[in-house]
């Protein structure tokens, strides 16, 4: 991943500068003393022709010297292209420090077939100011999949525009295979990268007990992760390629370690406070009767009245 | 003899008056003390909040020790609240005469213990907001659930067991409150109508009040020694040096017991000597409450022995790093003060009659209870300091833990609620059971009167006897018993 620390010599110089000004025409200087280091780096993630997020992770220089994640910091997105900037977007780092936007569809390319993207730290009270640039090359990663074949071969096939706008193969890209799973992607087999040849393909065979759900589908990934020409890609496709989850008549047979309880110890509980309220219950009744209780004064004046 | 010039009717107006007296003062020392209180309350929940908003790194606790001084606490408080079933619904059981006056005391300081020990562990959650969880997604197979329905249980328990003997007093105050000229009194008149449902002393009241509080103290005893032995498997039930032992249950219920009882009969002190109840709370309940607490205090011993001395027998290897770190490491001046304060000691000094006066038993629970509250820390955080996995690679402060300024503010603010409570109650209510310190006058006096039939009886005898030696008329007639009928 590309790391670019801009203007952190000058500003520094700058600082210096005014700092020594200050001095000497008595101007505080505080505001610019205090800002923080500032460093910004980008990484591109494209989705299966889905998005394309563009992502500043930035950090800050602590008292300590130490670079952590600056949070809530402005940063300003550009698309540059033939030395014109065009504002994209602002977002706000998170806690980790990073904020993120999707880039428009249709991203207008230079000359190249590339784009480019600046990230910016501007006039921020806290933060120094500072810049990361990143370009990246056009590409599109698809996974093609022969759902009716047993050999469970998968197909992924990385192309990009070529000088004179054709389509062309990208050779020597590495791609790695996965399978989804509930809070990640799990690598397909042990040896799960596999380089493209000169049409722009890898041949992936997926195993053949990967389990999958109660009909046996799973999804497939295939990720080129930190590319330098290309950055983040990954595309997913679902198929009928897993083995079939069968469902246990009673997955969590009941014991203490189990999250359902042996019933000898639900019965012993309920019993036993069951058995106490019971009696509570009893109380509170008697504490009603003894409430709607008349006086003896009360049962003699009624039956005066009866007669 | 029964004295002819003694009034009962007089008597039971004493006991009414001296008992209603302090619910109709409310001076200037007691707005000091409640103001007090409220101060240091209020500063403990600015500290919760300080601590909620910030989370449980304001605190001194980590990831090894996240059970200090509010869980120590939480015991130490469940621990006090068996005073309540002890000294009432077992000598209730036991039909000790002499419970009498102290069995409100008693009962109170259970309802406030549970009140505020009950909200220990709350305090102790970093988020208090997913408690609900434990409620609905709780594991019945947990003994953290079991802790939490088996202290619910109690407490409802103990509140009804409060409130049933209070009745007719809470009617008599009403009665006796006939002129309502400040909105206090308005108020006072509110509650005391409210909370005496409609008393009137019927017989058939009477009937089901009593029958109601013979079911309570019978289902109570075993309720409290429930919740004790429960808490106690919060920490034997997980695998620990030092928790991993077959004795917790009754340990934590002696334990429990023992401070208890200390603490009834600091209550008992403290009542006596600010309510002037000196009459009623004599110096030989302090002697008959000694000798229970040092009954106690040898079971508790007895216990004690077994829990430390079959492990350092053994000697097993993280067990024997706790016990090393107990017997002659960082905390060994803790531990062999306390074996000393809380054992020794007060065996030593409750065995001798002089022992067992007011001032010296109420030293010695005074070093019971705190030394109660001490053991408790000694209990949790020394095997928390102690993990069958050693502590490495995490910072230094990590591996010690004291409470902090945090942790001692909401405590303290605990501590302050228990006393708040404890003083707004005896502002409001009688701190003695009238009408049965009442029928403890009637008892005696009828008991009296019956001794007395019988000695005048035997001196007829006697005289007759004589006659009958020196040949003389016998004279045949002998006053009969009289039934005594008994009014309240």
């Known amino acids: 991943m590309k790391s670019i620390i801009i203007n952190r010599y000058f500003l520094k110089k700058l600082g210096f500068t005014i700092a020594v000004s200050s001095i000497l025409f008595n101007i505080s200087t505080a ?68 904020a993120n936007i999707i880039l428009p569809e249709n991203l207008p390319l230079d000359t190249g077939h590339c784009f480019t993207i600046a990230a910016k730290i501007e006039n921020d009270k806290v933060f120094e100011d500072a810049v990361e640039e990143l370009r990246y090359k056009e590409a599109n990663l698809e996974l093609k999949l022969a759902p009716y074949d047993t050999s469970r071969i998968a197909k992924a096939v990385l192309k990009t525009i070529g000088k004179n706008g054709e389509v062309i193969p990208v050779q020597d ?37 990967i389990m999958g759900d109660t009909a046996g589908i799973l999804t497939v990934v295939a ?85 | 003899m029964i004295n002819e010039k003694y009034d009962l009717k007089k008597e039971i107006e004493i006991v009414r008056e001296d008992c209603l007296r302090p619910t109709r003062r409310w001076g200037r020392s007691t707005q000091i003390w409640i103001g007090c209180l409220l101060i240091m309350i209020g500063w403990g ?60 005391s008693a009962e109170l300081l259970t309802f406030v213990s549970l009140l505020f020990g009950g909200i220990m562990p709350i305090i102790d959650l970093g988020r208090p907001d997913r408690l609900v969880n434990l409620v609905i997604f709780g594991r019945v197979q947990s003994p953290l659930m079991w802790d939490i329905i088996s202290i619910c249980t109690y407490f409802v328990g103990s509140s009804v067991f409060l409130f049933l ?106 009542f006596r000597k600010l309510y002037h109840l000196e009459k009623y709370i004599t110096k030989r309940h302090f002697d008959l409450m000694g000798r229970i607490v040092l009954a106690l205090t040898l079971i508790y011993a007895y216990l004690n022995l077994n829990e430390y001395w079959i492990p350092a ?35 030593l000094i409750l065995s001798i009659p002089k022992g067992r006066t007011v001032l010296m038993i109420s030293i010695t629970c005074i070093i019971i209870v705190i030394g109660a509250w001490v053991k408790r820390y000694v209990i949790v955080v020394p095997t928390l300091l102690h993990p069958f996995m050693p502590i490495q690679e995490v910072p230094k402060d990590w591996s010690t833990y004291f409470p902090n300024w945090v942790e001692f503010s909401i405590t303290g603010a605990c501590l302050a609620g228990i006393f708040l409570v404890i003083t707004l109650f005896s502002k409001l209510f009688p701190m003695m059971a009238i009408w049965e310190v009442e029928e403890g006058l009637l008892i005696e006096h009828d008991r009296q009167l019956a001794i007395d039939i019988r000695l005048k009886r035997e001196a007829s005898e006697r005289v007759i006897n004589i006659e009958k030696l020196n040949g003389e008329k016998v004279s045949t007639e002998v006053e009969p018993i009289k039934p005594t009928v008994i009014t309240s």
């Open chain 1, 31 to 98: 505001q610019i003393t205090e800002k923080r280091t500032t460093t910004i780096q980008l990484s591109f993630y494209k989705k299966a022709n889905i998005s394309k997020t563009i992502v500043g992770t930035v950090k800050a220089k602590n008292e300590e010297g130490k670079f952590l994640p600056a949070i809530n910091a402005k940063v300003n997105f550009y698309l540059v292209n033939n030395n014109a900037q065009t504002f994209l977007k602002a977002a706000y780092t998170n806690k980790a420090g990073k």
């Open chain 1, 173 to 209: 890209v590495e791609i790695k295979f996965y399978v989804k799973r509930l809070f990640g992607f799990m690598p397909a087999a042990e040896d799960y990268t596999l380089a493209t040849d000169e049409n722009g393909e890898a041949s992936f065979t997926y195993p053949k007990d």
């Open chain 1, 223 to 307: 990720r080129i992760d930190d590319n330098e020409l290309f950055g983040n890609m990954e595309y997913q496709a679902v198929t009928a390629w897993g083995t079939v989850l069968l469902k246990e008549k009673e997955p969590f047979p009941r014991a203490l370690w189990e999250p359902y309880a042996p019933l000898p110890l639900i019965i012993t509980i309920a019993v036993l406070f069951g058995g106490v309220w019971f009696t509570y219950l009893i109380i509170f009744y008697s504490l009603y009767k003894i409430k709607k209780e008349k006086s003896d004064e009360q049962i003699e004046f009624e039956a005066i009245i009866k007669q």
């Open chain 2, 45 to 104: 929940i600015y500290c919760y909040i300080h601590q909620l908003r910030q989370g449980l790194g304001v605190t001194a606790m980590r990831n090894y020790v996240s059970w200090g001084l509010y869980i120590s606490t939480f015991v130490f408080f469940i621990g006090i609240s068996h005073s309540g079933t002890l000294v009432s619904a077992i000598l209730r059981i036991t039909k000790q005469e002499w419970r009498r006056p102290i069995t409100r």
């Open chain 2, 165 to 270: 003997p209070m009745i007719p007093d809470i009617a008599l105050c009403r009665d006796r409150l006939t002129v309502c000229e400040t909105r206090f009194d308005k108020f006072r008149k509110w509650l005391y109508t409210k909370m005496a449902i409609g008393w009137k002393g019927t017989k058939t009241q009477w009937h089901l009040l009593e029958k109601s509080m013979t079911i309570m103290t019978i289902i109570i005893i075993p309720v409290a020694v429930s919740v004790h032995t429960v808490v106690s498997y919060i920490f034997a039930m997980t695998l620990r040096p030092g928790w991993d032992s077959t004795v917790f249950g009754p340990y934590f219920v002696a334990g429990a017991l023992y401070s208890g009882s200390a603490g009834v009969i600091l209550g008992m002190a403290a």
């Open chain 2, 313 to 347: 027998y053994k000697m097993a290897t993280s067990e024997g790093h706790l016990l090393e770190d107990l017997f002659y490491g960082s905390y060994s001046k803790l531990f062999w003060t306390l074996q000393f304060g809380t054992v020794l000691l007060p065996i």
